[in-house]
């Protein structure tokens, strides 16, 4: 119902676009009036009129019909202390009424055990509430339905009839879908206030424990030191300094997020120029989408694959060379995760170089270079800023990745560069921290917000470093 | 909404999801469960009355007064806690290896940061176990543990760190008792035991420790080590016997029994001699079943819908009718 | 059939070239003498270019296009046999397209880039010699010597058009294959044109597509007239623009076609 | 020469490792599937005991002319029972049970289904294979060793034996596992099915895609075809990059405390799951998408406007077409990685143990790759190869969604 | 200073354009008398096109150009006030660009383009009929009637451009600007075009940049001459070919220029 009216709005805004136009163009040639605005733009106007409110009223029936519902229902002769109930307690009894508004009507035979009981445990007028709840609920529907076929569809007609050669639709429109295009670049900035909001309340919380020096600048991580003495003095002062050092957890990112882009950034990149510069198309057709595949295989498989082939094998080697490995290694967990992130900058490096006009490849070649040496010269430069977004997803990713890092390089903090040894990073130690068994407001799983915002505001110095630097070196070509 | 919400534990999701199941099957909607954790559940749980938010949360250990403050705040008044079952920490390597048995001094002294070495406090120098006890193979000392946040780590160590630990009784206090050693040799693993059994069985002188749950499934890799001479197994665990042993809870909102249909039934079936007795579909893959005492007075609990004296205002004040019984948890209630 | 002839810069018959199914270039054979200037003349669509763009092998790059034929360079080097160097071919003949095609660098890099890769410079000095000869061999010079590091994409059409052909004579080929090298060029910027291919023409073996039959005389010894994928007449320049031996021939050459 | 040869020795030796650098790359891929092939493909069949059932009418509720309802509520319980009595005469009760055991213990539910639709079968025998316990079938499969001691194996000695005769009688054989494809999650590994999270994971990414794939494609149009560079450029990219380089796990806090928290949505729904999915697969199709916006010759917006397109019609005919083979890889890549994401999922409460198959994305739900996580997690040996299969399902859900998305883009792309 | 005179189709005056900091356009001013053809001649580089991108606003488009002056369209319509819709100004202004840029779509779709976004055509069939009208007077019909569905791009370079043409004057604008519209065509070809033009200038105004004189004085009643960014001349085209006032213009001419 919810969907097929969806469906129907659109079906209906497609129709009065031809509506709109063939009105207009009839207005120009049957009438030899002059559009102030091309054709195009009155199909369009019809069909803004039309879908917005559509949409407004279906978002508005779907929100506000349980506010009918209990406008409707909850009335105080039913239930005379209504108004003294707390939100929760309307909320339940409301719960309850719709779930009775669902069998009350049903014989017998066709209730399941879970009706029977609350059958059972509801009140008299809870079962009367309930009745009316379906009978609402019916006309409800059926109003619905007029109302959201017969409105649309009214001021659509009366929006065609509207069009005349004066109305200048094009301005109405262009601002309407200029606003929309914005809209949509801003949704951008409200999802970072959103996270911003959603980590900032809990991380003030956490630097309330720990001091913000001996967080960012302790070369220690260990929460397991962060212990409550007694309850009176709360937490071991001495302990929580000692316990949440960020360093380690930075250099960790930092060692298994560059050993992935040693994998990734080489492979992809050359993947790429092999698929869209010497690779048949029949090649590209086939070996593209298998290779993004790898995007979306399910990071526990790729932890299982680290931690039990990639791991294993490393250490026999590195311990056949002498070298000390542990079993646990930033290396497997960076491996793993470089092979994970190679479509991000095979497939979106391949189409940035395909983008690449024909005629700069010809005059390369004219000149005698090389496929590569064009390649190298003249379409990787071209390509250049796509080619940074591809790596910053890549990169980006690598960062978020979790499982991987947990199942391949442990969970210790480990202040080292040496990929042969176990590392964390600190989105791993992230999602540690949050699916706890710690209570919520221990330092433990606080310090979780205080790493998310850590990391976020640190990214976000970083690209405004690279936005400006990028900036610099920008290049335009036809 | 009328089909259950559950949250919280993971350790508690086997179970916890079993009986759902058994609950659906008769006649019930199914319930769902969400193991964020038992601390995110308890958050989730106390975060207030009313549909949107969850019925039931598992918890793998009791409630903590700070916890009930918050389900006060925010006007969860009415909980019963329903203490349905035990875990046991087992302490376990590759059934391919010699078994072990251990005290928990030995284990504590091959995990320990600083361990009692003629009288001193030394950073820790046992590289094999059997420099620890000659009686013990002369495997390395390498042991997977859970992370910092999980509840079996905090339940291991209180059980088996500060229970075995050497240093107080040279420095006094039991600051570093649950430190472990930061050389390699204790190796942090997320919560996913399935990859840890794997891990065990590929370096056979690995040790790793989880719930009981995962020796049952997995017998024909795994031993235990006895921990004071005792073999972890149902009535060891439920007795208390065997030390690495604690309570699992479940916890019901009050409110919402009669709204969202099922939510005794449920508690009822989780405690009923199907689910816990000795045959019981919860027994058969690892709960072990509580005393006959505790059993009767939590039947009790749910048949009643009576909380028997738990209170959510007392809780919060560290208060439990339970915690001055004696049991060998009974420290734990309300802390 | 092709003579083994070392008077020959270029030798080619029996070429086919067909784009997917459609024919472009029908039976063609036509050879290019050394040190000498020939101009190919045809309506638009007739298959210059694409004749043209078979004597570097620069086809090879669209997919749909299809070569048949026998190239010979110098008299000897067969230019689509395995062997042959694609590189090595290109490097010998040079070649300026009709679209100006600017990389997307600065001007100096546009120019630079070919004696970069063939490794022709031996300092930089030599190589900003290089560059700056080219260019004024463009007759481009005086309007850029202050912007050499502007991208190049930033200039008019017409310089667009004399930056390409400064970058083809910057590796110095032996052969040089211009497509209207001259069409977004005024008269002044086409007469330096002329002359450059003029002073070019004493080393250089020298190819050129034009529509303008003004400049076909002016510059070339020997015309080619294609039509319709056809060679329809090849001879002395003087000859073809005074007395073709073909109907069709002069009938192009005054403008009375179609 | 020597440089040429020097030159192209380089660009022999640079192809190769482009056609090294893809070989290793499909390589991978290879590895990775054989990994889950080999351990997955056990799902897919399940050991059956073959038996005679004889629909007795005194152990049945229902007659033959009863309804559909009638048949579906009623219980077989006892039915069950009466041919497991039947299969194996003369068990004691004891044994009884433990021969119960080795079937699985939805049997009476297969019995119901088998009447459901067969109703005239009431009061005839007929010869049926019925699954095995999953405990059975693994060691049948081979997955749990016979060998080791009694006391740590869940078969004990007795049902071994009887294991044994029942194969000698030929009685053992195994069938396709459609179970696991109309199913959704169950703690008995036998009966566990991939619907539900399949369907949670399909409303969720609808949901996502009809978020990020719009709202990307328009704010990478905004960034790049109307607004100037400037001030206001900066920051959204600024923002937008930096978003793509945050952790999934924080968009799941995002979800939990924004959408849930603050708008009242509610929890464990696709409908929440997929917004969250959305946010975070915005950055990636935005990037994506002006890379390949940027792609596009300012010729071809002259050539449009200046035959008196407004700009907007100039992007929406000209440029997006040409572009959105670009933005589509990044929505293929985008999805492909939500698709794939357990953590956010975590905190919107869509990892969790979910029985009934959704029939919406109002409903609770859990997906593709949460159940994955769950059945790894899971104690029981039967978990592991569904874990595997699981995988495989998702693999071939990306590859369905990948192949729609590379047809479109083929069809998009123009060469030129 | 501008005269509001309806006899002008376009007026221009101070009109100065500068690419961030480099002027291209200084002081000029400009009319353009109605159904008439004007021709902007000059060395290459001199801002021809600049000068021609303005009257349509087509500078719009690349952000680091800044024009500025004054631009009244028949006498009435300033064509860079913030009321006035580029749109309807470039369906009013037709152009053709210097280097041939069509849509990489159909040939068909090519033209159609115009005529579809602004209505003109009542039918299908009509549409029908504008295309295949507007490919016929750029000379293009007859080679491409077998091909209409395949894509534009793979058109050889004159086809490419009369391609354009089409697609300009699918749209009947008033106007006409053209950047060396037969740069890239043969003697017919551009014969064709000069026909087309001197058809099409009884009922509308052209602008055409070219680089031929003789192109020049063949189509063009009045010719302006640009060097270095200024006008230096404008006037008749018969008097500027025979006698110019300014040195420079005849210098330029006569090809004694530089
Ligand atoms: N996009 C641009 N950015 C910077 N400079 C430009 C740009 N376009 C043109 N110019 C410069 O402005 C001047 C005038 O250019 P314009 O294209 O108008 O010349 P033109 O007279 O059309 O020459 P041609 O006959 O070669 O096409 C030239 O010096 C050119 O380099
Ligand atoms: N890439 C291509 N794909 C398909 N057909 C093509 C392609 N390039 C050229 N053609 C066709 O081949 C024929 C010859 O084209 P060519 O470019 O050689 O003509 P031309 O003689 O150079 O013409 P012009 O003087 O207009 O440049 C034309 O009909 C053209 O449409
Ligand atoms: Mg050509
Ligand atoms: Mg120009």
């Known amino acids: 119902m919810l969907y097929l009216s969806l469906v129907f709005v659109f079906i209906l805004s497609y129709s009065f676009y031809f509506y709109g136009k063939k009105r207009a163009l009839s207005l120009k040639f049957k009438k030899n009036e002059n559009l102030s605005s091309l054709p195009d733009y009155y199909g369009y106007y019809v069909v803004l009129l039309v879908f917005f409110p559509a949409i407004i009223i279906w978002f508005f029936l779907l929100i506000f019909k349980s506010n009918f519902q209990e406008m409707f229902v909850m009335s105080p002769v039913l239930f005379p202390d209504v108004a003294t109930w707390s939100s929760g307690k309307f909320g339940l009894i409301m719960n309850k009424i719709s779930n009775l508004s669902i069998i009350v009507n049903l014989p017998e035979i066709d209730l399941t055990v879970g009706d029977k009981s609350i059958l059972k445990m509801a009140s008299e007028s809870e079962i009367i509430a309930a009745k009316n709840l379906a009978n609402f609920d019916k006309i409800y529907g059926w109003s619905n339905l007029t109302l959201f076929i017969?409105?649309?569809?009214?001021?659509?007609?009366?929006?065609?009839?509207?069009?005349?050669?004066?109305?200048?639709?094009?301005?109405?429109?262009e601002k309407i879908i200029s606003y929309v295009i914005k809209g949509s670049s801003y949704i951008a900035i409200f999802i970072?206030?959103?996270?911003?909001?959603?980590?900032?309340?809990?991380?003030?919380?956490?630097?309330?424990?720990?001091?913000?020096?001996?967080f960012f600048f302790n070369t220690a991580w260990n929460p397991n030191r962060a212990f409550v003495i007694n309850a009176s003095e709360g937490f071991d002062q001495e302990a929580l300094k000692e316990a949440f050092g960020f360093v380690p957890l930075l250099t960790g990112t930092l060692l298994i997020a560059s050993v992935a882009m040693l994998v990734a950034v080489p492979l992809g990149l050359l993947t790429a120029i092999y698929l869209a510069e010497y690779a048949s198309s029949k090649v590209r057709d086939i070996a593209k989408p298998i290779i993004e595949i790898l995007a979306g295989i399910p990071t526990v498989v790729y932890g299982f694959f680290a931690a039990l082939s990639l791991a294993p094998f490393i250490k026999d080697v590195g311990e056949g060379v002498g070298l000390p490995v542990s079993a646990e290694s930033a290396l497997a967990a960076g491996l793993a995760m470089g092979v994970m992130i190679i479509p991000f900058v095979s497939s979106l490096s391949d189409d940035v170089i395909k983008a690449v006009p024909q005629s700069l490849r010809e005059g390369s070649y004219a000149i005698g270079a090389t496929k590569s040496e064009t390649i190298k010269k003249v379409i990787l430069p071209a390509a250049l800023a796509g080619i940074m977004g591809s790596f910053l997803l890549a990169i980006s990713r690598a960062i978020g990745e979790t499982m991987i890092v947990v199942m391949a390089a442990s969970l210790r903090a480990n202040l080292t560069f040496n990929p042969l040894e176990p590392a964390t990073t600190i989105t791993t130690q992230i999602v540690t921290s949050l699916i706890g068994d710690v209570e919520f407001d221990n330092p433990k799983t606080l310090v979780a917000f205080a790493l998310g915002l850590t990391l976020f505001v640190m990214t976000l110095i970083l690209n405004i470093a690279a936005i400006t630097i990028v900036k610099k070196y920008r290049e335009k070509y036809e | 909404r009328d089909q259950i919400n559950i949250v919280g534990s993971s350790t508690v999701y086997p179970y916890g999801t079993v009986n759902a199941q058994r609950l659906g099957e008769s006649g019930f909607k199914t319930p769902t469960y969400n193991p964020i954790g038992t601390g995110g559940g308890m958050k989730a749980f106390c975060a207030g009355v009313g549909v949107e938010f969850p019925d039931i949360t598992g918890a793998s250990r009791p409630m903590k007064a700070k916890e009930a403050k918050l389900c006060l705040e925010a006007g969860v008044t009415n909980v019963i806690e329903v203490m349905w079952a035990n875990d046991g920490i087992t302490f376990s390597h590759s059934n391919e290896a010699e078994p072990f048995s251990l005290t928990r001094e030995e284990i504590f002294t091959a995990m320990a940061a600083k361990v009692v070495v003629d009288g001193e406090v030394v950073e820790n120098p046992y590289q094999t176990w059997n420099e620890i006890n000659p009686s013990l193979p002369a495997y390395k000392i390498e042991v997977l543990v859970a992370p910092p946040t999980s509840g079996t780590r905090d339940a291991f160590d209180g059980k088996v760190m500060e229970a075995g630990c050497t240093l107080e009784a040279v420095t006094g206090s039991d600051d570093g008792c649950t430190d472990y050693r930061e050389d390699g040799k204790i190796i942090e693993m997320g919560e996913n035991d399935t990859l840890i059994v794997q891990k065990l069985v590929e370096d056979p002188e690995r040790f790793g420790y989880f719930g009981y749950s995962y020796l049952k499934d997995n017998g024909d890799k795994l031993q235990p080590s006895t921990v004071e001479g005792v073999v972890p197994s149902a009535e060891s665990i439920a007795t208390y016997e065997y030390p690495m042993a604690r309570p699992l809870f479940i916890y019901l909102k009050a409110d919402h029994i009669g709204v969202v249909p099922g939510i005794q039934e449920f508690a009822q079936m989780m405690v009923s001699d199907e689910a816990i007795g000795d045959n019981g579909y919860l027994t058969k893959i690892g709960a072990a079943p509580m005393v006959p005492d505790l059993i009767n007075r939590v039947r009790n609990v749910t048949d009643s819908l009576d909380a028997m004296g738990f209170d959510i205002a007392a809780c919060a004040e560290k208060k439990h009718p339970l915690k001055d019984a004696g049991y060998a948890f009974s420290s734990g209630l309300c802390k | 059939m092709v003579d083994q002839n070392s008077n020959y810069a270029l030798q080619t018959s029996e070429v086919y070239v067909h784009y997917g199914k459609k024919m472009a270039i029908n039976n063609v054979a036509l050879n290019f003498p050394k040190n000498e200037v020939t101009s190919l003349i045809g309506p638009s669509g007739c298959g210059k270019s694409t004749f043209l763009r078979c004597l570097n092998r620069m086809n090879d790059v669209i997919d749909i296009c299809n070569v048949k034929g026998k190239f010979l360079l110098n008299g000897n080097v067969d230019i689509y046999s395995p062997d042959i160097q694609v590189e090595t071919l290109r490097e010998k003949v040079g070649m300026v397209f009709q679209k100006p095609n600017p990389f997307p660098k600065t001007i100096y890099e546009n120019v630079a880039y070919g004696p970069k890769i063939h490794g022709i410079a031996s300092s930089q000095n030599e190589l900003d010699e290089i560059v700056k000869d080219s260019l004024h061999r463009a007759g481009l010079y005086e309007e850029v010597k202050d912007r050499m590091d502007d991208i190049a994409t930033g200039l008019s059409g017409g310089q667009q058009q004399r930056l390409c052909i400064a970058r083809a004579i910057a590796i110095r080929p032996e052969i040089i294959?211009?497509?209207?090298?001259?069409?977004?060029?005024?008269?002044?910027?086409?007469?330096?044109?002329?002359?450059?291919?003029?002073?070019?023409?004493?080393?250089?073996?020298i190819i050129i597509v034009t529509h303008s039959m003004s400049q076909a005389s002016r510059v070339s010894s020997k015309t080619a007239f294609f039509h319709l994928g056809n060679l329809v007449e090849y001879g002395e320049t003087g000859k073809i623009f005074t007395k073709p031996d073909k109907e069709q021939t002069n009938d192009y050459i005054t403008g009375r076609f179609g | 020469m020597s440089s040429l040869e020097k030159r192209l020795a380089a660009e022999k030796r640079f192809k190769f490792y482009g056609m090294f650098a893809m070989t290793l790359s499909l390589f991978f891929v290879l590895i990775l599937m054989y990994k889950i092939f080999s351990?997955?493909?056990?799902?897919?069949?399940?050991?059956?005991?073959?038996?005679?059932?004889?629909?007795?009418?005194?152990?049945?509720?229902?007659?033959?002319?009863?309804?559909?309802?009638?048949?579906?509520?009623?219980?077989?319980?006892d039915l069950a029972d009466q041919v497991i009595n039947q299969n194996h005469p003369g068990l004691d009760e004891e044994n009884f049970i433990k021969v119960r055991e080795m079937y699985t213990r939805k049997f009476d539910y297969q019995l119901r289904d088998y009447i459901a639709n067969n109703p005239n079968v009431i009061g005839k025998t007929v010869n049926l294979d019925i699954s095995a316990s999953s405990d059975l079938?693994?060691?049948?499969?081979?997955?749990?060793?016979?060998?080791?001691?009694?006391?740590?194996?869940?078969?004990?000695?007795?049902?071994?034996?009887?294991?044994?005769s029942l194969d000698s009688k030929g009685k053992m054989s195994k069938t396709f596992n459609f179970w696991f494809f109309t199913n959704g999650d169950s703690r008995d590994p036998e009966t566990a099915g991939i619907l539900g999270a399949l369907m949670g994971s399909f409303y969720a990414l609808l949901i996502c895609f009809s978020f990020a794939f719009p709202i990307g494609l328009l704010a990478s149009v905004y960034l790049e075809e109307f607004v100037k560079p400037g001030k206001i450029t900066?920051?959204?990219?600024?923002?937008?990059?930096?978003?793509?380089?945050?952790p999934s796990i924080v968009y799941g806090l995002l979800g939990l405390g924004m959408l849930i928290g603050v708008f009242g949505m509610p929890y464990q729904v696709p409908l929440v799951g997929g917004l969250v999915l959305g946010f975070m697969t915005l950055p990636t199709i935005i990037i994506a998408s002006r890379a390949s916006l940027r792609g596009v010759p300012?010729?071809?917006?002259?050539?449009?406007?200046?035959?008196?397109?407004?700009?907007?019609?100039?992007?929406?005919?000209?440029?997006?077409?040409?572009?959105?083979?670009?933005?589509?890889?990044?929505?293929?890549?985008?999805?492909?990685?939500?698709?794939?994401?357990?953590?956010?999922?975590?905190?919107?409460?869509?990892?969790?143990?979910?029985?009934?198959?959704?029939?919406?994305?109002?409903?609770?739900?859990?997906?593709?790759?949460?159940?994955?996580?769950?059945?790894?997690?899971s104690a029981e040996r039967g978990f592991l190869e569904k874990t595997s299969a699981g995988i495989m399902l998702l693999l071939s859900f990306l590859i369905i969604m990948n192949t729609v998305a590379v047809l479109v883009r083929r069809k998009l792309e123009v060469k030129w």
């Not at chain 1, 509207?162 to 109405?172: M, T």
């Not at chain 4, 900066?234 to 945050?246: C, F, K, T």
């Open chain 1, 192 to 214: 970072t206030f959103g996270i911003f909001f959603s980590l900032v309340f809990e991380a003030i919380n956490f630097f309330r424990y720990v001091n913000f020096m001996d």
């Open chain 4, 39 to 77: 351990t997955g493909s056990g799902a897919f069949v399940r050991t059956t005991i073959n038996a005679d059932v004889y629909f007795d009418p005194n152990f049945i509720e229902v007659s033959s002319n009863s309804s559909k309802k009638e048949i579906m509520k009623a219980s077989y319980v």
């Open chain 4, 298 to 377: 300012p010729s071809i917006r002259e050539g449009a406007l200046a035959v008196g397109a407004t700009k907007m019609q100039t992007v929406f005919h000209h440029v997006i077409p040409l572009s959105l083979p670009g933005t589509l890889t990044g929505t293929i890549i985008g999805m492909a990685q939500a698709l794939g994401e357990t953590a956010p999922l975590l905190l919107v409460g869509m990892v969790a143990f979910v029985m009934e198959i959704p029939g919406g994305a109002f409903d609770p739900a859990t997906g593709l790759p949460s159940q994955i996580y769950l059945w790894s997690e």
């Open chain 4, 137 to 164: 079938d693994q060691i049948v499969k081979g997955n749990y060793p016979r060998n080791v001691p009694e006391a740590q194996r869940k078969i004990n000695d007795y049902q071994l034996s009887i294991l044994d």
């Open chain 4, 234 to 246: 900066d920051i959204i990219e600024v923002n937008i990059n930096n978003l793509a380089a945050v």
């Open chain 1, 150 to 173: 017969i409105l649309p569809v009214l001021l659509g007609f009366l929006a065609t009839k509207s069009i005349s050669g004066k109305l200048n639709a094009q301005p109405i429109v």
């Open chain 3, 177 to 205: 294959l211009m497509d209207e090298p001259c069409s977004a060029l005024d008269p002044i910027a086409t007469a330096k044109i002329e002359d450059l291919i003029n002073e070019l023409k004493e080393n250089y073996t």
